[in-house]
């Protein structure tokens, strides 16, 4: 069950993505070939406006084909017959589908099932946090000038810079305090912590504070999957640490699996949140400016903004193959490294 409701939650997601290039498409007048559901040969398929519009037989994924490759077409309704500017919303539409998706359903999460507040339950005897003068009830605000909205923004920010001395600005009875603290090492974890936990209780939000943290809950998985990228490139975190397809259909099957005796509602509200975290991935990572990607694209957009003229199409299409061939090799480790951990 756990692949099936993984692979219907990753399809919707990468749906939605080339939705928003779709409608963009059609905005701007270019010509879209197909816009299809799912991958393989055509299972039902009928033309629209120009478009082909196709069910195919592997029920994952979807695509836009509206002729982006297509480098040297400047024909009429082409994507590189239109203006700069159409160019670039047209390809910055998928990712922002992807975080437009990803605040709908945090919302829904947050309206149904609260947000967690950086609110300080419990000071731990002896702690840092303790020795520095922080009391139940105090509002974490900001961590070194980083504002906090979530308690878990609390835990990543202190996993993100262990050992490091933080400046925590807290509020206590209406009323900004400001402390350093230097986290403390604990035998059993093998961790520094700053000696604080959060309220094992969500808080309910409806109305205006449900978009508003909603909006909190995107912000934290954009940031976390930005945090990652960068332990990633500093060495801190490896390419066996990371997850891919067999990662996430392990993750939506555990979930499944543990949320199923609650009922199909806690299901369906677990799903919702791992789809907040792939959306808001597939978003940040798709703006990454690499080649093949659409941030690689948006940079030779960006380029021919400056320039006043467009990068040779042979270049372009150059570097674009190039990114391919290495994004299709580390798919093909963080595969292997999926494959592996299963049987570990």
């Known amino acids: 069950?756990?692949?099936?409701?993984?692979?219907?939650?990753?399809?919707?997601?990468?749906?939605?993505?080339?939705?928003?290039?779709?409608?963009?498409?059609?905005?701007?007048?270019?010509?879209?070939?197909?816009?299809?559901?799912?991958?393989?040969?055509?299972?039902?398929?009928?033309?629209?406006?120009?478009?082909?519009?196709?069910?195919?037989l592997l029920p994952f994924g979807g695509s836009?084909?509206?002729?982006?490759?297509?480098?040297?077409?400047r024909s009429e309704g082409s994507f590189n017959s239109k203006s700069v500017w159409a160019r670039i919303s047209v390809i910055a539409a998928g990712p922002?589908?992807?975080?437009?998706?990803?605040?709908?359903?945090?919302?829904?999460?947050?309206a149904?099932?609260?947000?967690?507040?950086?609110?300080?339950?419990?000071?731990?005897?002896?702690?840092?946090?303790?020795?520095?003068?922080?009391?139940?009830?105090?509002?974490?605000?900001?961590?070194?000038?980083?504002?906090?909205?979530?308690?878990?923004?609390?835990?990543?920010?202190?996993?993100?810079?262990?050992?490091?001395?933080?400046t925590v600005t807290y509020e206590r009875d209406g009323k900004e305090h400001q402390v350093d603290i230097k986290p403390r090492m604990d035998e059993e974890t093998g961790m520094y912590l700053l000696g604080l936990t959060g309220k094992a209780q969500n808080?309910?939000?409806?109305?205006?504070?449900?978009?508003?943290?909603?909006?909190y809950e995107v912000k934290y998985w954009i940031c976390t999957t930005l945090e990652g990228l960068k332990m990633f490139v500093t060495g801190k975190v490896g390419l066996d640490q990371m997850a891919g397809p067999v990662g996430i259909?392990?993750?939506?099957?555990?979930?499944?699996?543990?949320?199923?005796?609650?009922?199909?509602?806690?299901?369906?509200?677990?799903?919702?949140?791992?789809?907040i975290l792939l959306s808001a991935n597939l978003g940040v990572m798709n703006l990454l400016p690499i080649p093949a990607l659409d941030g690689g694209r948006l940079?030779?957009?960006?380029?021919?903004?400056?320039?006043?003229?467009?990068?040779?199409?042979e270049k372009e299409g150059m570097v674009h193959f190039a990114g391919f061939v290495l994004l299709f090799g580390l798919m093909i480790v963080i595969l292997f490294n999926d494959v592996k951990n299963l049987f570990l």
């Open 299 to 313: 940079v030779f957009l960006i380029l021919e903004v400056i320039r006043g003229k467009r990068v040779a199409p």
């Open 203 to 215: 808080e309910k939000a409806d109305g205006l504070k449900a978009l508003q943290y909603g909006a």
């Open 112 to 166: 149904w099932v609260g947000y967690d507040p950086p609110v300080a339950d419990e000071v731990i005897q002896g702690s840092a946090a303790e020795e520095a003068g922080l009391q139940k009830g105090d509002v974490i605000v900001k961590m070194n000038h980083k504002d906090i909205n979530l308690w878990r923004e609390v835990q990543v920010y202190n996993q993100v810079h262990q050992g490091e001395t933080v």
């Open 1 to 56: 069950m756990g692949i099936v409701l993984a692979l219907l939650l990753f399809s919707f997601i990468v749906i939605v993505h080339e939705l928003g290039h779709f409608l963009l498409a059609k905005k701007h007048g270019i010509d879209v070939s197909e816009f299809s559901l799912g991958m393989g040969p055509r299972i039902i398929s009928f033309e629209r406006g120009g478009t082909r519009y196709s069910w195919k």
């Open 249 to 275: 259909v392990n993750l939506v099957d555990d979930t499944y699996e543990a949320a199923k005796p609650a009922g199909m509602i806690i299901v369906l509200l677990n799903l919702m949140n791992i789809g």
């Open 96 to 110: 922002v589908f992807n975080f437009i998706l990803a605040f709908i359903f945090a919302v829904i999460l947050v």
């Open 64 to 73: 836009c084909m509206m002729g982006e490759d297509e480098i040297d077409d």
